[in-house]
């Protein structure tokens, strides 16, 4: 008895949200379609528009070393 009864709770919590759902999106449509076209409108600007370059992290503490290894000896051959 009490599995069908919350399940019939769940069932009528469910009916009940998605029937608020569906008021508060009618209610609202004009401004929600407003809304929706104003954000995908932005998005399309966001596309076009130059992206900011990014600069590789510096690292201080690394040091330059040079490309010529000093204790290897160059023999003529």
Sequence with gaps: MAKS???KSAGIVFGALA???L???LALKPWLV???S??????LDDSTAAKPTVKPPVDEDVEKTDTVDE????TDD
Excluded: L, P
């Design 38 to 43: 104003a954000m995908d409108d932005s998005d």
């Design 34 to 36: 407003k809304a929706r």
């Design 23 to 25: 008021a508060i999106e």
């Design 71 to 74: 204790d290897v000896e160059k």
């Design 19 to 21: 029937f608020g759902w």
């Design 5 to 7: 009864s919350s399940a």
